[in-house]
């Protein structure tokens, strides 16, 4: 099992509510401590590798309607 940490940049995150929906979006497909920081823009996350890819964490994120910058 290899766990991995990133931050992602995310834009057009402005309330509490939009955080709940990316924190839920990313708990659905297996992403765990999700830190979502509205004033940086930013969410940081742990997944596991075997279990998640980035690719799909990023795509839930874009899912529930917010971008997702590099």
């Known amino acids: 099992m290899a766990k991995q940490t990133v931050t992602l ?12 929906a990316v924190t839920d979006a990313l708990q659905e497909v297996g992403a ?5 920081n509205l ?11 075997d279990q998640l890819e980035l690719d799909a964490a990023v795509n ?4 529930a309607g917010y971008d997702v910058t590099k």
């Open 9 to 20: 940049k995310v834009e057009g995150m402005s309330c509490n509510h939009c955080v709940g």
């Open 39 to 49: 004033e940086a823009g930013t969410v940081a996350l742990a997944y596991d590798t």
């Open 32 to 36: 765990t401590d999700i830190v979502v």
């Open 60 to 63: 839930a994120i874009e899912d």
